[in-house]
């Protein structure tokens, strides 16, 4: 199969070129507005039902009205010169609002893209007053959005309403603050917008620049950057395809995470190619380009499948995870990395054949095979001192994973917003309000006897709420249009984002809606802190069931792909002492070093998942190189070395180039953890377990690492000779 889609490429370069063009055209054009329709930001929507939050959460939208897709923005309105507000400011208010109500709010367009594929998120805010400070020092309005807090359109909306509502207050002698989910997401977008296009550029032209360094070509460098831009941005049309038919939805930061993913696995089965492709072509100068790309292709195209395959197993085991964040992420994922793969079978190969030796123009490296460089002399210390080499590894390694001692898991944003306009609002707020004023926790009661509720058959459930040590204030209980169900309305003293307000809710909160529910009815809890502090329960519950599982699906293919019993366990060691000096390398950072309250909740499932699947790719290139070396008559060490050689400028650049890819994550919003990890977790994967640590076992182990099957020379095989040959050009020495 792999062979057959490869030769059929090579043979047909044109055709798969214009094919994937055609695709590359109407799906990543359509990508923006598919992915729109299938994301979604409330957390709660991906909890099961079975959990007490998200019931909450569904009687909040059957009974009384609650909108799923709705977001709501807290507005601040104080008097300008600081006074208390009087009965006439507080009618000036409720006038100005009322007009705010009234007006549609216009989505802006931008120039980047035809309107027919932009989703027109126009609408009419809802406003209507909320609570007045007990200082009278300001009065808060609670507006209502419809739309994904991500969605550039609905951020759009946001600024005109903001901007028009300041303007409005302004002129009539009122300061306005804004606050809320998302006004805090679009705060931070604009502040780290400079950033996150500074941090993209510089990404892009550091993986320019690596390239033309070790292939001494601008087609080289450029080409695999297009064509893996395109296969990316098919790959992201995909998904939204695949979601859309299937009903799933995603989760808003998921299409973010893939085109860092794509970009950079892309990149690295490109450079496994191209290193592969010179190496080839050098040895062969007499070989057709196009007989040697099908040759290349078909060979390396083999470690590809499996290091992809890799992954889509490592997260296709998230089809077994309750939460739904984590459920959408397999699919996605592994519907994306599967485009990938079959782009890296087909359009990467039929670019190799098109350009042929042009590729790497006008570089002269091909002229002669360049003598032992760096590379080399590395693989023959690795070789030479096998033990030496293990031991420090493994020891950097394990210093490493003493950081997590002590690690905690935080649900909260992770202070991204910390310093915005929003954050500020809220900091005022919370001085003459409670902190959850903005964001309360809510109990919802429905009637299981079919009998009608009253707010004085409540009245007993309210007290014993107020007196929960915490809960800074009880609103009155509101009944639905058939009084079959309530709403009871908390104010906590604590930010509703903090492990004191989540603990809150799971612990003395719940424990006083059990104990004086009345006879009949059924109460759930729900709001930020609760549903947080059920995503902890789930997310615990799915890190037991997924880590085992996937790690057995990495092992069952390495098994296949190695045919060796020994080879996998050392393969899956190495990788999970990355995984645990990675994880504890963030928690010594941000933990202990920085003093924010824990790792994100998602990082070790997502680290575990890239880093082991994402790891073994670098593993499985240098192992099979292995075993293809040790297939040479000569010592086993020998060959060890001479696959180190070969190996380490193609797994070093596509390292270098990956983690710069996860690197760019650093400039989005509450994702700063996310993209030191799994920059930190790729390097250590692709220098120090795939460059040192296997190649160290390799050397002590020999052919005894592939038992029960161990690699024998071919009938025939003698090693190759070393050519007499000039001395190499300088920039021959520096590739290797």
Not at 111 to 128: M, N
């Amino acid at each position: 199969m792999i062979r057959a889609l490869t030769g059929y490429s090579t043979r047909h370069p044109w055709k798969i070129i214009a094919l994937w063009g055609v695709l590359g055209v109407v799906l990543i054009g359509l990508g923006p507005t598919l992915i729109a329709r299938v994301t979604q930001s409330q957390t709660g929507d991906f909890l099961p039902r079975s959990y007490d939050s998200a019931a909450a959460l569904q009687i909040a939208q059957e009974r009384f009205g609650a909108d799923p897709d709705a977001t709501t923005v807290t507005v601040l309105v104080a008097r300008s010169d600081g006074k208390a507000l009087g009965d006439a400011d507080r009618q000036r208010i409720g006038a100005e609002a009322a007009k705010l109500a009234q007006r549609r709010v216009v989505m802006p367009r931008e120039d980047d893209g035809p309107e027919f594929l932009i989703p027109d998120r126009s609408q009419t805010p809802r406003v209507a007053p909320a609570m007045t400070a007990p200082d009278r020092s300001f009065e808060l309005l609670a507006v209502q959005l419809i739309g994904n807090p991500v969605d550039k359109g609905v951020q759009g909306v946001y600024r005109a309403f903001r901007d028009a509502a300041r303007t409005q207050f302004a002129e009539a002698g009122m300061r306005t603050g804004f606050t809320g989910g998302l006004a805090e997401t679009v705060d931070t977008t604009d502040a780290h917008e400079t950033a996150a296009k500074v941090g993209s550029a510089l990404v892009l032209g550091f993986i320019v620049l690596l390239n033309v360094l070790v292939f001494r070509s601008v087609l080289a460098a450029v080409l695999p950057l297009i064509a893996v831009t395109m296969i990316g941005g098919v790959a992201v049309g995909a998904v939204g395809v695949a979601a859309l038919l299937t009903g799933r939805k995603l989760d808003a930061g998921t299409p973010g995470l893939i085109n860092v993913v794509l970009l950079g696995i892309g990149i690295d089965y490109l450079l496994f190619l191209l290193f592969r492709y010179r190496e080839h072509l050098r040895a062969r100068p007499e070989q057709p380009a196009r007989e040697a790309a099908a040759q290349v292709s078909a060979r390396v195209g083999t470690a590809i499948t499996s290091a992809a395959l890799t992954i889509v197993a490592a997260f296709a085991t998230l089809g077994l995870a309750t939460f739904g964040q984590f459920r959408s992420l397999g699919p996605a994922i592994a519907v994306a990395v599967l485009v990938m793969l079959f782009g890296s079978l087909t359009l990467l190969p039929a670019l190799l054949a098109a350009a042929g030796r042009k590729m790497f123009w006008p570089s002269k490296s091909l002229r002669r095979e360049p003598r032992e460089g760096r590379a080399a002399r590395f693989g023959a210390l690795v070789t030479r001192r096998p033990l030496t080499m293990l031991t420090a590894s493994v020891v950097v390694l394990a210093a490493l994973a003493a950081g997590l001692i002590g690690i905690r898991m935080d649900y909260g944003r992770g202070g991204s917003g910390d310093g915005t306009p929003a954050a500020a609002t809220a900091v005022e707020i919370s001085r003459a309000l409670p902190a959850g004023v903005s964001d309360p926790t809510s109990v919802f009661v429905t009637r299981t006897d079919g009998a009608a509720l009253t707010t004085a058959g409540l009245d007993e459930l309210s007290r014993a709420l107020t007196v929960v040590d915490g809960v800074g204030q009880v609103a009155p209980t509101v009944l639905n249009e058939d009084h079959r169900a309530a709403r009871i309305d908390l104010y906590p003293t604590a930010d509703p984002q903090s492990q004191q307000a989540r603990d809150l809710v799971a612990g003395p909160i719940r424990a006083a809606v059990a104990q004086h529910t009345p006879a009949g009815t059924t109460a759930h809890v729900g709001g930020t802190a609760a549903i947080f502090a059920d995503v902890s329960t789930a997310v615990d519950h799915d890190l037991r069931i997924v880590f085992p599982v996937a790690a057995a699906l990495i092992a069952l293919i390495l098994l296949m792909l190695l045919r060796s019993l020994l080879a996998p366990v050392v393969l899956m060691l190495s990788v999970g002492l990355g995984f645990a000096a990675t994880l504890g390398a963030a928690t010594l950072l941000f933990q202990h070093g920085l003093g924010e309250p824990g790792v994100g909740f998602t990082l070790p499932l997502v680290l575990f998942l890239f880093v082991v699947a994402l790891g073994t790719d670098y593993n499985i290139l240098i192992t099979d190189r292995i075993r293809e070396e040790m297939r040479r008559p000569g010592p086993a060490r020998a060959a060890v070395a001479r696959a180190v050689r070969h190996t380490t400028p193609a797994v070093a650049t596509a390292g270098l180039v990956l983690a710069g890819s996860f690197a760019t994550l650093a400039t989005t919003p509450g994702s700063e953890q996310v993209a030191f990890a799994m920059a930190l977790g790729i390097m250590l994967s692709a220098l120090v377990l795939s460059l040192v640590l296997v190649p160290a076992v390799a050397a002590l182990l020999g052919r005894s690492m592939w038992w029960p099957v161990r690699p024998r020379p071919a009938a025939g095989a003698h090693p190759q000779p070393r050519a007499a040959a000039p001395a190499p050009e300088p920039e021959q020495v520096r590739a290797y």
